[in-house]
Structures are given as C-alpha cells and as structure tokens.
C-alpha cells in the first residue's frame, strides 16, 4: 500500500471557481511534504513545502495546509485559471538516514472555460 | 540557461536494443536522481547518485545503468529493452540529499518501445 494517497484522482472545474486537493500520508517520522505542480509533457515544479511546524502556506494562488496530528495535507487552488490544468503531486519526505521520498499518484486538475 | 536538461526528448525504438537516455544539471547541486513515470503518472525513482557515488538502486532490473561521470551529469544506460520499459523518464537534481529537499526535474524523455 502506498504511502501517500491522493484524493480525487482528477476533476474538472470551471474557470474562476475554487478547488481543494487532498493528500493523505503514513510516512513516519515525517521530515516535511511538499505539492509538485506537472504540466502535461514537462517535469514537476515544486509548489510549496511545508515542515511539521508549520499549518499553512501560500504561494501565488495556491494555498498548502498541514495537519501533521492527523497526517493529512491539503492544496487549495483560488480563481482557477485555465493553466492551472495540469497534475498535482504530494510528496512526503521521512526523517532517515537515507533518502526516502514518498510520492502520491497525483490529482490531475482540468480547468474549462 | 536551462536548469535540468534530458536528452533526446524522445526516443522510439525496437524491443531488444539497447539506448541510453543523457542528463545534465548547471544548478550545482551534489544528487541527481533517475524516475520513471508510467502510464498512470506514478513518478517512481529508480537510482540516485550523490558526487558520483550511487546512494540509491530501486530493484530496478539490472538492464538499467546508470552512469555518472561527474556531479553534473547523470546517464542512463537500457539494455535490450522491453514493451514495459515504455514510460517518461525524468532526471532531477536537488542541493544535497536525506533531508528532502526540493529536487528540481527536467523535461523528461518519453521512451515508446515497439
């Protein structure tokens, strides 16, 4: 079972309405999680990255949120526009040794006119 | 002024042959790392290299070679390659590696194996 699990696989919402994301996670102990943001036929670009310490973060129109008790996170995407279309990614980092990164499957987000 | 560069974008081949897919970073950072994402987007890593040295190896298949010449390149070898090799294959790099840092991916190479 993966460790970091996305919610809603993909949805479709219209242009200027809002849109929350959800991503759940077991990694334990955790170190930090962040949203990627793909655009179809490139890499993912980091959106935010948030510790353990810290609830909310903001970037632009995209708002990340944290609650590390229930190991849950979420990114809000305000006023949707049309490049917003793309997939989001969770990615959850654990506190090791070596590298360990978990990787959600993603949200894949259409924004219609 | 490119970041994380792959080449060739794309690569069409026949099942058995071998190819090797390049990756070049002018971030300076210390890892680089090989990820396949298939059909379905699950971005999975397959290697990572930290200054050259090999860190992390996920059962991937031995045909896969990963080669770093120095901390700035990251190649990737397949030999006698499979239908199920078929996927997007991204490089990425990051400052250093165990405390998940950003890592910052290329454009990826987009590998059909006929």
């Known amino acids: 079972k993966n460790q970091v699990e996305q919610s809603p696989q993909s949805l479709i919402i219209l242009e200027g309405k809002n849109c929350t994301l959800q991503?759940?996670?077991?990694?334990?102990?955790?170190?930090?999680l962040r949203w990627y943001k793909q655009d179809t036929g490139r890499g993912p670009v980091s959106l935010t990255i948030?510790?353990?310490?810290?609830n909310t973060k903001s970037n632009g129109r995209y708002t990340a949120t944290l609650d590390a008790d229930t190991k849950q996170s979420s990114l809000h995407i305000t006023a949707s526009q049309l490049s917003d279309s793309a997939s989001y990614i969770c990615?959850?980092?654990?506190?090791?040794?070596?590298?360990?990164?978990?990787f959600g499957a993603g949200t894949t987000v259409t924004v219609r006119a | 002024d490119t970041a994380v560069s792959q080449t060739p974008k794309y690569l069409v081949t026949q099942m058995g042959n071998d190819k090797s897919i390049k990756c070049e970073q002018n971030?300076?950072?210390?890892?680089m790392y090989w990820y396949k994402q298939d059909s379905k987007k699950f971005l999975k890593i397959m290697f990572s290299?930290?200054?050259?040295?090999?860190?992390i190896n996920e059962t991937v298949p031995n045909r896969f070679s990963p080669k770093s010449p120095d901390k700035a390149h990251l190649n990737l070898h397949i030999n006698s390659l499979e239908l199920g090799d078929s996927a997007v294959y991204f490089c990425?790099?990051?400052?250093?590696?165990?405390?998940?840092?950003?890592?910052?991916f290329g454009p990826g190479t987009r590998l059909l194996v006929l």
């Open positions: 990615v959850v980092s654990a506190f090791s040794n070596d590298y360990k990164l978990s």
């Open positions: 991503c759940n996670y077991t990694v334990s102990p955790f170190s930090n």
């Open positions: 948030m510790t353990f310490s810290e």
């Open positions: 290299y930290n200054n050259k040295e090999l860190i």
């Open positions: 990425a790099s990051s400052p250093l590696t165990g405390k998940g840092e950003t890592q910052y």
């Open positions: 971030l300076g950072h210390d890892t």
